[in-house]
């Protein structure tokens, strides 16, 4: 599951746009109740996850890898995955709420998509970013079930595709190869100055050696001694 990925790149993310350096500021994603509010002592902002949903994305193609044990796999399509967090922003005065709030509706208009680096493996593609339409998401409810008072916030919605994390095999590997020459035996009708087959497919000369170079000729049979070939050199 990438979701600690996810919550990752989200807070770089943030720290980038608002801006809000370490020394200065918090992102945090714990639960915003009364209790925990009361305990900052920072300006901090607040991304509490309250809903995960299919996504209206199509399912995104995992290309083939190979697995710890160099075995080539192949992941199933992965599906798109909406997370919807409800951002607040805390510490100092009103003012400075307000301030920083601002700066993340900025930050997320301006930011339709986010390129996770290459550290976040469980990121299969582009984290989707957007504001959903004021009939989906009441945020009175969400902070009545919160048990705090009503504050000044937004919803924000990552859409990522999450791998299943069930791969199967594409092939075996191969472990062994083998080849064989015999003989062209008397009476099979493919003994000669010419190349030909022997009873295993494969090409021979006169005398039983492998003509390299050449390409192997196709027979198809009428009756006994009698064959036609084709790509002959």
Same mark, same amino acid.
């Given at each position: 599951?990438?979701?600690?990925?996810?919550?990752?790149?989200?807070?770089?993310?943030?720290?980038?746009? $608002?801006?809000?350096?370490?020394?200065?500021?918090?992102?945090?994603?714990?639960?915003?109740?009364?209790?925990?509010?009361?305990?900052?002592?920072?300006? #901090?902002?607040?991304?509490?996850?309250?809903?995960?949903a299919? !996504?209206?994305?199509?399912?995104?193609?995992?290309?083939?890898?190979?697995?710890?044990?160099?075995?080539?796999?192949? =992941?199933?399509?992965?599906?798109?995955? !909406?997370?919807? /967090?409800?951002?607040?922003?805390?510490g100092?005065?009103?003012?400075?709420?307000?301030? $920083? &709030?601002?700066?993340?509706?900025?930050?997320?208009?301006?930011?339709?998509?986010?390129?996770?680096?290459?550290e976040?493996?469980?990121?299969?593609?582009?984290?989707?970013?957007?504001?959903p339409? #004021?009939? =989906?998401?009441?945020?009175?409810?969400l902070?009545?079930? $919160?048990?705090?008072?009503?504050?000044?916030?937004?919803?924000?919605?990552?859409?990522?595709?999450?791998?299943?994390?069930?791969? #199967?095999?594409?092939?075996?590997?191969?472990?062994?190869?083998? !080849?064989?020459?015999?003989?062209?035996?008397?009476?099979?009708? &493919?003994?000669?100055?010419?190349?030909?087959?022997?009873?295993?497919?494969?090409?021979?000369?006169?005398?039983?050696?492998?003509?390299?170079?050449?390409?192997?000729?196709? /027979?198809?049979?009428?009756?006994?001694?009698?064959?036609?070939?084709?790509?002959?050199?």
């Amino acid at each position: 599951m990438p979701l600690s990925e996810l919550e990752s790149a989200l807070g770089v993310w943030l720290r980038d746009q $608002l801006p809000l350096p370490a020394d200065v500021g918090d992102i945090s994603f714990d639960s915003p109740d009364t209790s925990w509010g009361s305990t900052l002592t920072r300006p #901090t902002v607040n991304l509490f996850l309250f809903d995960i949903a299919r !996504a209206a994305q199509q399912s995104v193609p995992v290309p083939p890898r190979r697995d710890q044990g160099g075995t080539l796999v192949q =992941d199933r399509p992965a599906p798109c995955i !909406a997370f919807s /967090y409800l951002l607040s922003t805390w510490g100092g005065d009103v003012r400075e709420e307000h301030r $920083l &709030l601002g700066d993340a509706v900025r930050a997320v208009l301006r930011t339709p998509a986010l390129s996770p680096g290459p550290e976040c493996r469980e990121l299969v593609g582009p984290v989707l970013l957007g504001l959903p339409g #004021t009939s =989906d998401v009441r945020a009175r409810e969400l902070w009545s079930g $919160l048990g705090g008072r009503l504050r000044a916030g937004l919803v924000l919605v990552a859409t990522t595709a999450v791998p299943l994390g069930r791969p #199967t095999p594409l092939a075996p590997p191969v472990e062994t190869v083998r !080849a064989e020459v015999r003989p062209v035996a008397e009476g099979s009708g &493919l003994e000669g100055e010419g190349s030909g087959l022997d009873g295993e497919g494969s090409v021979l000369g006169g005398e039983g050696s492998v003509l390299e170079g050449r390409p192997p000729r196709r /027979y198809v049979w009428f009756g006994p001694r009698r064959q036609r070939g084709r790509g002959r050199p």
